[in-house]
């Protein structure tokens, strides 16, 4: 990368090289951004850097507005001549050993014929593709097809229902849909392909579905609008011209769970979200010509999008995609891989640390690890138990840990410590990255100083920053940027002591994080009440030892119908169902009645509490219409 350092004494170490990116930034925010987007290739470079603006009068993100680039050519073609034969994608399927090498051109060939073969069906720039499908190759090169040709990818995870699929397909108004006949988990078939079919019953945009052959099971086709993809890839070329895009020019949506209503579909864009991605996997995991890296989350979420896709592939990095499960078929199963792959740099959720933690070190150690170098945390606040754990038996006390907070919203990590620069405390994700800028208010908005805890928003734009929600930028601007005006706020708690570091409490609106998987409780409550039986329902998150965080369902039941445990499986059946296993709830508790202010509205205040079990100060709830279902409700919550 070209780099305009040269008239500076070198700096030494790595905490004075990150300390002169501060400095850089303070100085001349344009010229240190400009100068960042050289790690780029742009077909027209741009002059302009951060234009946002936070304000009611002239909101909007805006970075690097007359800059032109390709995001498939940033990721595939710019290294073709370097590391044509390198890995780009080791995929490690469901069954270990079940492994294949994609290298830089074996990649650019695939996807340049899914480009072909999804241009040849009608689909171009601006239109929209969504993808179901497992951890597969075909994934990534779906993902890049897209790119390639300017159409904006929509992926939804494997695990959700036809109604979730459907419910995101019809959103964005998707023309095509990729998925598999079935994919594989932990030994079990997903059925992609037949939960497709019954999610397009209710999508009339879609006009077409290309299958990938995951598992080779018989799957029926529609004639005239499914075709197989290993059929339609023969009859194109493997060469594709990138489509020129601006730097705003939307990159992809992917749905994500927020306070109220359904799913929000969060964009991003092209320039600034591949730089933000591209950066963050340097500057935090530095992976070079020697490394193996593997970020273990999948890519229907945002981690799977800019650290397993993206970022790795933006830098020509080795990038692990896994299409299996921590157990299966052991507890040995991370460690196997690494050490059969000979993974250097390991990035996962504290959940599956704690899960894999309390099945005892002889997983870890029964298997050479000594390859590993580096180690990271994402998705939710990590248990200094978990990282020491993590420091010590994985790590065997050499490997730096990374602690990575930042949110689908921002599109890559934001507060981080740098490895060698930062020094680390378990538990703190520590510091902002360069061109981050936290704050702390109050309830009020009053900016808080110093060593203290409130709720964390950021004052300032980065280039990784989501655009819009999709359809419905006032619903972008008022879920944001309207709790504290001129301030982006990120929705969770936080704390920062005495040497500036920041420690993310978690959630502080009505969101879960279930496994690191965010869940809306809004969203929970809905599938409930849509079932027969159910009167109303209240969601709350309670602690999980494992989860983190539980889904803790107070259950109203319409007159007549008794509580059974028969009942509570039910629903919690319908749950998975309605919108996917991860929403099935941890506990059903049947209430007599849900407690509620006189103007109606439920006190999930009280509600969180009781699920925490932690009743002894509930404050003041006589003013409730109703509160004598309190008791009740805490005495059956023990039962
Ligand atoms: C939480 C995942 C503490 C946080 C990348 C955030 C974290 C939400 C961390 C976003 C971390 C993520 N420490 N909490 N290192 N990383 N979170 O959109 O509550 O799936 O708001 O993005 O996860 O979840 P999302």
């Known amino acids: 990368m070209a780099s305009t350092t040269h008239d500076r004494p070198p700096a030494r170490t790595p905490a004075e090289r990150l300390a002169d990116r501060h400095a850089r930034l303070a100085a001349d925010p344009a010229a240190y951004w400009l100068d960042e987007a050289r790690r780029l290739?742009?077909?027209?470079?741009?002059?302009?850097?951060?234009?946002?603006s936070f304000a009611q009068g002239d909101f909007g993100i805006r970075w690097f507005v007359d800059g032109e680039l390709n995001v498939s050519f940033n990721c595939l073609d710019r290294h073709l001549a370097d590391r044509g034969d390198s890995p780009a994608i080791v995929f490690e399927g469901d069954e270990p050993g079940?492994?294949?090498?994609?290298?830089y051109r074996d990649l650019h060939g695939e996807v340049c014929r899914m480009a072909n073969v999804i241009r040849g069906l009608g689909i171009g720039k601006g239109d929209r593709v969504t993808l179901y499908l497992p951890m597969i190759p075909e994934a990534a090169v779906a993902m890049l097809a897209c790119a390639r040709i300017g159409a904006i990818h929509s992926v939804v995870f494997g695990g959700f229902s036809p109604d979730s699929l459907a419910g995101r397909i019809e959103d964005c108004g998707s023309r095509l849909l990729i998925t598999a006949d079935e994919g594989l988990r932990g030994g079990k078939r997903v059925p992609l392909k037949a939960n497709a079919d019954?999610?397009?019953?209710?999508?009339?945009t879609i006009e077409q579905v290309l299958v990938v052959r995951r598992t080779g099971t018989p799957v029926p086709m529609q004639t005239g609008r499914d075709l197989w993809w290993h059929e339609a890839r023969e009859l194109v070329r493997d060469t594709c011209d990138p489509e020129p895009m601006n730097a705003e020019d939307p990159l992809f949506i992917l749905?994500?769970?927020?306070?109220?209503?359904?799913?929000?579909?969060?964009?991003?864009?092209?320039?600034?979200?591949?730089?933000?991605?591209?950066?963050?996997?340097?500057?935090?995991?530095?992976?070079?010509?020697?490394?193996?890296?593997?970020?273990?989350?999948?890519?229907?979420?945002?981690?799977?999008h800019s650290y397993v896709v993206y970022g790795p592939l933006a830098n020509g990095a080795a990038t692990v995609m896994f299409d299996g499960v921590p157990?299966?078929?052991?507890?040995?199963?991370?460690?196997?891989?690494?050490?059969?792959?000979?993974?250097?740099?390991?990035?996962?959720?504290p959940t599956a640390l704690r899960a894999l933690m309390r099945e005892g070190d002889q997983w870890v150690e029964a298997h050479d690890l000594s390859r590993l170098r580096l180690l990271g945390t994402v998705g939710e606040p990590i248990n200094p138990e978990a990282w020491n754990w993590y420091d010590r038996v994985v790590g065997q006390g050499r490997c730096p840990i990374v602690d990575t907070w930042w949110q689908t919203e921002t599109g890559g990590a934001l507060i981080a410590p740098v490895p060698e620069a930062t020094a680390t405390k378990p538990g703190s994700a520590t510091l902002p990255l360069p061109g981050v800028f936290p704050?702390?208010?109050?309830?009020?908005?009053?900016?808080?100083?110093?060593?203290?805890?409130?709720?964390?928003?950021?004052?300032?734009?980065?280039?990784?920053?989501?655009?819009?929600?999709?359809?419905?930028?006032?619903?972008?601007?008022?879920?944001?940027?309207?709790?504290?005006?001129g301030k982006y706020f990120t929705g969770d708690g936080c704390r920062r002591d005495e040497d500036g570091y920041y420690w993310i409490t978690g959630r502080v609106d009505d969101?879960?994080?279930?496994?690191?998987?965010?869940?809306?409780?809004?969203?929970?409550?809905?599938?409930?009440?849509?079932?027969?039986?159910?009167?109303?329902?209240?969601?709350?998150?309670?602690?999980?030892?494992?989860?983190?965080?539980g889904i803790y369902a107070y259950v109203l039941l319409n007159a007549d119908v008794p509580a059974s445990d028969a009942l509570s499986r039910d629903l919690?059946?319908?749950?998975?169902?309605?919108?996917?296993?991860?929403?099935?709830?941890?506990?059903?508790?049947?209430?007599?009645?849900?407690?509620?202010?006189?103007?109606?509205?439920?006190?999930?205040?009280?509600?969180?509490?009781?699920?925490?079990?932690?009743?002894?100060?509930?404050?003041?709830?006589?003013?409730?219409?109703?509160?004598?279902?309190?008791?009740?409700?805490?005495?059956?919550?023990?039962?």
Not at 198 to 204: F, R, S, V
Not at 257 to 286: E, I, M, R
Not at 529 to 544: D, R, S
């Open 41 to 52: 290739d742009w077909s027209r470079f741009p002059t302009r850097a951060d234009e946002s």
């Open 255 to 304: 749905y994500t769970s927020g306070s109220t209503g359904k799913p929000k579909g969060v964009l991003h864009t092209t320039g600034g979200y591949l730089l933000w991605v591209a950066k963050t996997f340097d500057l935090l995991f530095g992976a070079g010509d020697d490394d193996l890296f593997w970020c273990t989350a999948d890519v229907g979420w945002v981690t799977g």
């Open 198 to 204: 019954q999610a397009l019953a209710a999508c009339p």
């Open 572 to 639: 919690r059946n319908w749950v998975r169902s309605e919108i996917g296993p991860i929403a099935s709830p941890d506990a059903i508790q049947f209430v007599p009645g849900l407690p509620k202010t006189r103007s109606g509205k439920i006190m999930r205040r009280i509600l969180r509490k009781i699920a925490e079990r932690d009743t002894d100060n509930l404050g003041d709830f006589s003013t409730l219409a109703n509160p004598e279902v309190v008791p009740v409700l805490i005495a059956d919550s023990r039962a």
């Open 439 to 485: 704050e702390l208010v109050d309830a009020d908005g009053a900016l808080l100083d110093g060593a203290t805890e409130g709720n964390l928003c950021l004052a300032q734009s980065w280039p990784g920053q989501m655009r819009t929600v999709w359809g419905d930028h006032e619903r972008f601007f008022q879920t944001y940027f309207t709790t504290y005006p």
């Open 98 to 103: 079940e492994s294949r090498i994609l290298t």
């Open 511 to 549: 969101v879960i994080n279930v496994s690191g998987h965010r869940m809306g409780t809004a969203e929970v409550e809905s599938a409930l009440v849509a079932h027969a039986q159910v009167a109303e329902a209240a969601v709350v998150g309670m602690p999980h030892e494992i989860k983190g965080q």
């Open 327 to 349: 157990n299966y078929p052991d507890f040995g199963r991370f460690w196997e891989t690494c050490a059969r792959l000979g993974v250097t740099i390991f990035y996962t959720a």
